[in-house]
């Protein structure tokens, strides 16, 4: 069992930056790769960014690309997305996933790819 535990969301204005971080509760030897998905009611869980165990290769929805970078530090079993030039539609509860049932050689971008999930941190964009 891996935990995750989201956080660093907030309420920032537009153009405003933030920096989520995702803990692991252990450290499994796995090769995890660990993405960042978004959702706001009504909508279906969206993916964000991406990246593999090494960070060999990261991925980006086409709507944060340019914007939002993630980045990870394994020895603190930890991940990032840092986010820039926010917009109010990036308003969304972000979550935090992982999966280390396969070896993921390019970084995963589908929800039914993750196996662990995390709780959610909330992040509002104000216009």
């Known amino acids: 069992q891996v935990h995750l535990v989201e956080s660093g969301g907030g309420l920032v204005q537009a153009g405003g930056s933030l920096r989520l971080s995702c803990a692991a509760s252990r450290r499994t030897g796995s090769p995890y790769a660990m993405g960042w998905f978004r959702q706001t009611p009504g909508k279906e869980r969206e993916f964000v960014a991406a990246i593999t165990w090494n960070g060999r290769s990261t991925n980006y929805a086409d709507s944060v690309q340019g914007r939002f970078t993630i980045s990870r530090d394994n020895a603190k079993n930890t991940v990032y997305l840092q986010m820039n030039s926010l917009k109010p539609e990036d308003t969304a509860v972000y979550y935090c996933?992982?999966?280390?049932?396969?070896?993921?050689?390019?970084?995963?971008?589908?929800?039914?790819?993750?196996?662990?999930w995390g709780q959610g941190t909330q992040v509002t964009v104000s216009s």
């Open positions: 996933a992982a999966d280390g049932r396969f070896l993921w050689t390019v970084a995963p971008t589908q929800t039914r790819d993750y196996q662990y």
